[in-house]
């Protein structure tokens, strides 16, 4: 028994020696795959080109804030590769210690330290390579951008030298600042390499901008130039010349200071030469801006006093027939509206107007005549002459227009007259006829407001006929008249289409409801009422009314039938 126990203890400790030697083996077997992984990591991290890509960035001579920044990352990178390695190894050190004497818990902690310091390791090295990469290619940029100066300064170097002429009196001061800058870029390669990267790069910043500043410049100048140089003068002369001949030719300008405006204009063209010798380009545009306008201003002078003649010269007997045709034909409407005016009421002043186109009239010949003598003796500009002719025509054609209007007028006078009599016959004619178609209904009589309504109609034709018959006719008034008789026999024409059929209509209703008049009370006294009305009173309305509204509470819509049927057969009456 006591054997027994011994094998079951010592079978017990060789099993769980057999167990902690296990989990040790598999612990230490564990650590030592994450230090392999921590050797490759750091191998890989030690086999990446930061060395040469620091020493590429390094070979670029960088100056001013670039040079700072790469100083920064150089010294970053410099840290890494001597502090952080080195505690990097001393931690991968002691893990392996560690692992060798199966202090397993302690090195599991140690491979966490070493593998957080190997992964700030990665991430501060690639901020470091991703810095000098963005340095670098900012440098190249840089540099693209130095090189483009470096040859913008060289075209215009090589221009100047080779156009010249091209640039006039400007030559001198271009030469001047392309030596300038040509300094500016030896005195920052002189500082750069010196070691002075601050003031290098505000000397390198002045050339790039004296560079492109020239350049535009030098763009500017020669149409500048050629302004300047040709076409100003080409045209002032021409203007000069051309207005010697022009007074040589009689011409009168209404500008007495032409001349003093062209010597204003040459000097401001020998200004601007000086200008342009020192190259204020801005100040040169302007002035030259003004100088082609106040060229052009002139110009226009001239060709508008060319063209005022050739004006004049067309249309100078034009005008005089015009005007003379105008009088004529004003004093023929003079004549024609005083024996008008005899026969007819003039409503609208045609004849105060005549003579205020006779007046206008007179004043234009006398304007004419005075301008006569004036171009014989070349004393009056013709573009004054040309303004004067075109408020002939202007003044003319309103006069000649309303003097055939005002002619129409008259023509339509007679008309109207002639229709007026027309219209006194035709009025007499349907009164007439009304009267008889009236009369041929024999009727009892006729209402009171009925008689009173066609006198007053037989009054207005009557009116008509007297108004027509003056020794002066008023054809406005003659027109009011016709209107309101025209109104009157078409309301009058009404009266009597309503007053017939209302009686005619109450006739036949009487008849109808006489069937009614021993059975129905109300029958019987509508029909006494009616025919008082009808017979003695000859108020026809009011007796349809009667008789027609007592029938058709005895016999609903008879009225209407009744009254329907005598509107559909009216024709056949």
């Given at each position: 028994?006591?054997?027994?126990?011994?094998?079951?203890?010592?079978?017990?400790?060789?099993?769980?020696?057999?167990?902690?030697?296990?989990?040790?083996?598999?612990?230490?077997?564990?650590?030592?795959?994450?230090?392999?992984?921590?050797?490759?990591?750091?191998?890989?991290?030690?086999?990446?080109?930061?060395?040469?890509?620091?020493?590429?960035?390094?070979?670029?001579?960088?100056?001013?804030?670039?040079?700072?920044?790469?100083?920064?990352?150089?010294?970053?990178?410099?840290?890494?590769?001597?502090?952080?390695?080195?505690?990097?190894?001393?931690?991968?050190?002691?893990?392996?210690?560690?692992?060798?004497?199966?202090?397993?818990?302690?090195?599991?902690?140690?491979?966490?330290?070493?593998?957080?310091?190997?992964?700030?390791?990665?991430?501060?090295?690639?901020?470091?390579?991703?810095?000098?990469?963005?340095?670098?290619?900012?440098?190249?940029?840089?540099?693209?951008?130095?090189?483009?100066?470096?040859?913008?300064?060289?075209?215009?170097?090589?221009?100047?030298?080779?156009?010249?002429?091209?640039?006039?009196?400007?030559?001198?001061?271009?030469?001047?600042?392309?030596?300038?800058?040509?300094?500016?870029?030896?005195?920052f390669v002189t500082l750069n390499t010196s070691g002075d990267p601050i003031e290098a790069r505000e000397v390198l910043e002045n050339a790039e901008r004296h560079t492109y500043e020239l350049d535009d410049v030098m763009k500017r100048i020669p149409p500048l130039y050629d302004e300047l140089n040709r076409t100003f003068p080409d045209q002032l002369k021409e203007i000069e010349e051309g207005y010697k001949r022009l007074l040589a030719d009689h011409y009168v300008f209404p500008e007495k200071n032409f001349e003093e405006e062209l010597r204003r204009v040459q000097k401001r063209v020998k200004n601007s030469t000086?200008?342009?010798?020192?190259?204020?380009?801005?100040?040169?545009?302007?002035?030259?801006?003004?100088?082609?306008?106040?060229?052009?201003?002139?110009?226009?002078?001239?060709?508008?006093?060319?063209?005022?003649?050739?004006?004049?010269?067309?249309?100078?007997?034009?005008?005089?027939?015009?005007?003379?045709?105008?009088?004529?034909?004003?004093?023929?409407?003079?004549?024609?509206?005083?024996?008008?005016?005899?026969?007819?009421?003039?409503?609208?002043?045609?004849?105060?107007?005549?003579?205020?186109?006779?007046?206008?009239?007179?004043?234009?010949?006398?304007?004419?005549?005075?301008?006569?003598?004036?171009?014989?003796?070349?004393?009056?500009?013709?573009?004054?002459?040309?303004?004067?002719?075109?408020?002939?025509?202007?003044?003319?054609?309103?006069?000649?227009?309303?003097?055939?209007?005002?002619?129409?007028?008259?023509?339509?006078?007679?008309?109207?007259?002639?229709?007026?009599?027309?219209?006194?016959?035709?009025?007499?004619?349907?009164?007439?006829?009304?009267?008889?178609?009236?009369?041929?209904?024999?009727?009892?009589?006729?209402?009171?407001?009925?008689?009173?309504?066609?006198?007053?109609?037989?009054?207005?034709?009557?009116?008509?006929?007297?108004?027509?018959?003056?020794?002066?006719?008023?054809?406005?008034?003659?027109?009011?008249?016709?209107?309101?008789?025209?109104?009157?026999?078409?309301?009058?024409?009404?009266?009597?289409?309503?007053?017939?059929?209302?009686?005619?209509?109450?006739?036949?209703?009487?008849?109808?409801?006489?069937?009614?008049?021993?059975?129905?009370?109300?029958?019987?006294?509508?029909?006494?009422?009616?025919?008082?009305?009808?017979?003695?009173?000859?108020?026809?309305?009011?007796?349809?009314?009667?008789?027609?509204?007592?029938?058709?509470?005895?016999?609903?819509?008879?009225?209407?039938?009744?009254?329907?049927?005598?509107?559909?057969?009216?024709?056949?009456?």
């Amino acid at each position: 028994m006591k054997n027994n126990l011994i094998i079951i203890v010592v079978l017990a400790i060789i099993i769980i020696a057999a167990v902690l030697y296990l989990v040790g083996y598999f612990m230490r077997k564990k650590n030592q795959m994450k230090l392999d992984d921590l050797e490759k990591r750091k191998e890989a991290l030690f086999d990446l080109p930061v060395i040469e890509e620091v020493d590429d960035v390094k070979k670029m001579h960088m100056v001013g804030q670039s040079q700072n920044t790469f100083r920064e990352w150089n010294q970053r990178w410099t840290e890494i590769s001597t502090r952080s390695f080195a505690e990097l190894e001393s931690q991968i050190f002691e893990v392996e210690n560690l692992n060798e004497t199966f202090r397993f818990m302690k090195a599991k902690k140690a491979v966490a330290e070493a593998d957080e310091t190997m992964a700030e390791m990665e991430s501060e090295v690639e901020i470091i390579r991703n810095g000098l990469k963005e340095l670098r290619e900012s440098e190249e940029r840089n540099s693209l951008e130095v090189q483009k100066a470096l040859d913008v300064y060289e075209e215009i170097s090589k221009l100047l030298h080779d156009e010249k002429s091209e640039f006039g009196s400007a030559y001198p001061e271009l030469q001047k600042q392309i030596k300038n800058i040509e300094i500016e870029f030896t005195q920052f390669v002189t500082l750069n390499t010196s070691g002075d990267p601050i003031e290098a790069r505000e000397v390198l910043e002045n050339a790039e901008r004296h560079t492109y500043e020239l350049d535009d410049v030098m763009k500017r100048i020669p149409p500048l130039y050629d302004e300047l140089n040709r076409t100003f003068p080409d045209q002032l002369k021409e203007i000069e010349e051309g207005y010697k001949r022009l007074l040589a030719d009689h011409y009168v300008f209404p500008e007495k200071n032409f001349e003093e405006e062209l010597r204003r204009v040459q000097k401001r063209v020998k200004n601007s030469t000086v200008d342009l010798e020192k190259t204020e380009v801005d100040a040169v545009e302007v002035a030259n801006r003004d100088t082609a306008n106040a060229i052009d201003a002139l110009y226009e002078i001239m060709e508008r006093e060319i063209n005022a003649k050739k004006y004049v010269i067309t249309n100078r007997k034009v005008v005089g027939d015009y005007i003379a045709h105008a009088l004529k034909n004003n004093r023929q409407l003079m004549i024609e509206l005083d024996h008008t005016s005899q026969s007819y009421t003039l409503n609208h002043n045609e004849l105060g107007r005549s003579r205020g186109f006779q007046t206008e009239i007179e004043e234009l010949i006398r304007r004419y005549e005075d301008f006569e003598p004036k171009m014989k003796e070349h004393t009056v500009p013709y573009s004054e002459v040309q303004a004067f002719f075109k408020d002939c025509y202007k003044i003319l054609d309103d006069i000649e227009n309303q003097q055939v209007e005002i002619d129409d007028s008259l023509k339509e006078l007679r008309k109207g007259e002639k229709a007026a009599q027309e219209k006194v016959d035709q009025y007499d004619f349907r009164l007439r006829n009304i009267k008889r178609y009236v009369e041929k209904q024999r009727l009892p009589g006729l209402p009171a407001d009925y008689l009173e309504f066609f006198f007053v109609a037989t009054d207005r034709i009557e009116e008509l006929s007297k108004a027509l018959n003056r020794i002066r006719i008023n054809m406005e008034e003659i027109k009011k008249i016709s209107d309101l008789c025209n109104e009157d026999l078409e309301l009058l024409d009404k009266k009597t289409n309503d007053l017939v059929n209302s009686a005619a209509l109450t006739e036949q209703m009487m008849q109808y409801a006489n069937r009614y008049r021993h059975t129905h009370e109300a029958i019987r006294v509508a029909m006494e009422n009616s025919l008082e009305l009808f017979s003695k009173e000859y108020r026809y309305q009011d007796a349809l009314d009667e008789i027609g509204t007592a029938l058709e509470r005895v016999e609903p819509g008879a009225f209407r039938r009744i009254e329907d049927f005598y509107f559909n057969n009216l024709d056949a009456m």
